[in-house]
């Protein structure tokens, strides 16, 4: 860190670029992110990312009760501590596996690899993963991924994509979730994806309610159209 580093700023509002030292073990870990994709090359791959508590895992549930009939379904979700998560995706009736990161604020590539060798991928058409609930740190791990994909509650504000952006430019959609509670909360979508399209011109962007069912239908679709193009890519090699 440079010498006028925050101390020295006394108690003066002010920010500091910090280098960046992790490029080395991100190259280890696209490495492995290619393995992932080599190995799972016609199932479609979404990283699902957000704050905690966003909705993520009320999102896999309810896409699982109306997708399940028509495609595989298998969810490796990520979290520092407990199987909370994996139970409440197992009990709607979805293939989950909890992956417990011992206190990481993120999932890495290796262990989305070792979580392959404890599930049956034979089939699989569509698989989540849940990612650890945090805006900052997952957008640097490829997961072998096709598509990563981010909510954002409408109760987390709508300033959040020019504060985290590496997780917006990263991402090809942006779920504004929680819709429901927009009349209660400071939150508008045209301001979030005014933001968001800032960081990243290319990010579609969908409003979402698990709740109210707002959404859901787009979202379901978009995956249907994902995973289609998925097994067609698959089948053209
Ligand atoms: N009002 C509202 N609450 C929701 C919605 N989706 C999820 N929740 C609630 O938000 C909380 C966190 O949801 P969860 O799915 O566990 O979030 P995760 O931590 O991102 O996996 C739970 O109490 C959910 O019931 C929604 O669309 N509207
Ligand atoms: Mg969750």
Request: charged share 25%; proline share 4%; aromatic share 4%.
């Amino acid at each position: 860190m440079a010498a006028n580093s925050p101390k020295s700023l006394g108690n003066r509002v002010g920010s500091v670029q910090c280098d960046n030292t992790t490029l080395h073990l991100l190259k280890a870990n696209d490495f492995v992110a290619n393995a992932i994709r080599e190995r799972l090359k016609d199932v479609c791959i979404i990283n699902v990312c957000s704050s905690p508590g966003s909705g993520k895992t009320t999102l896999m549930q309810e896409t699982g009760k109306r997708l399940s009939s028509e495609m595989n379904i298998s969810v490796l979700v990520g979290d520092p501590e407990t199987d909370r998560d994996a139970v409440r995706m197992k009990d709607a009736g979805l293939n989950a596996l909890q992956i417990v990161t011992g206190g990481m604020c993120h999932i890495e590539a290796q262990m989305i690899l070792q979580a392959l060798d404890h599930i049956d991928t034979e089939g699989i058409d569509l698989l989540f993963i849940e990612n650890v609930g945090n805006l900052l740190c997952p957008s640097a791990f490829d997961l072998g991924e096709d598509y990563r994909v981010t909510l954002l509650a409408t109760t987390e504000g709508d300033d959040k994509p020019k504060k985290y952006p590496r997780m917006f430019l990263t991402s090809e959609l942006m779920l504004v979730s929680k819709a429901d509670l927009l009349p209660y909360v400071p939150f508008t979508v045209e301001n979030v994806t005014k933001d968001a399209r800032e960081v990243n011109p290319e990010i579609e962007v969908l409003t979402i309610s698990t709740l109210n069912g707002e959404g859901i239908d787009q979202w379901c679709d978009w995956l249907r159209e994902k995973v289609k193009e998925k097994k067609a890519k698959a089948a053209n090699k």
